[in-house]
């Protein structure tokens, strides 16, 4: 046997104990395996077994801080496709809780999801701040049309209308190839 054989096989052992056992797995390169895993074969989230086991080990990863644990667990939770047979249940508050804590520890995968599922100006500007185009258009449009009782955590806020700052945004998200954007600043300094 090879030895590249050899550590994968070892390596979906890891795996497999840490799905039938539920032992902490706080190993990063065994949650990273299991994460390949599941990645490299979707199908297994339609075998209802596979499935629970994967979340009831990805749950206790989550649980234990691991901020790319929750950050999965939050976006299988609110984008399951039960109707095409996926057996991961949606739950789009329990996953919205779980990318937040991600969101909070900085997983900038989990402050994207949430700018793009929840209208909150936290997270569309720390998204893009992380060079999210299509949150950075967002906050264009808010300063371009300015808002009042924008949600910002628990709390809401008022937007003013800023052309410089919706300017600021849409080149933003125009640098990266959003053509919207870039009609936008187009328009924002043709009447200037």
């Known amino acids: 046997m090879t030895q590249q054989l ?23 390169s065994q949650f990273s395996t299991g994460k390949q895993l599941t990645k490299s074969n979707p199908q297994k989230l339609y075998n209802a077994r596979y499935a629970n ?25 609110t984008h399951s496709d039960v109707k095409k047979g996926q057996q991961i249940p949606y739950k789009p508050q329990a996953g919205t809780r779980w990318l937040v804590r991600a969101a909070d520890q900085g997983n900038e995968d989990a ?29 264009g449009t808010l300063y371009e049309t300015g808002q009042k009782n924008v949600p910002y955590g628990d709390n809401a806020i008022d937007i003013p209308q800023n052309y410089k700052t919706a300017l600021h945004w849409f080149e933003q998200a125009a640098r990266q190839g959003d053509s919207a954007a870039q009609s936008q600043v187009s328009q924002l300094l043709h009447n200037a």
């Open 6 to 28: 050899t550590k994968f096989l070892l390596q979906i052992s890891m795996v497999g104990v840490c799905l039938l056992s539920l032992t902490s797995c706080a190993n990063y």
């Open 53 to 77: 086991a994967y979340l009831r080990w990805l749950e206790k990863q989550a649980q234990q801080g691991n901020a790319q644990a929750q950050y999965q667990l939050g976006a299988l939770l």
């Open 111 to 139: 402050i994207i999801l949430l700018s793009e599922i929840k209208f909150d100006y936290k997270w569309l500007m720390l998204a893009a701040e992380k060079g999210n185009a299509n949150a950075a258009y967002k906050l």
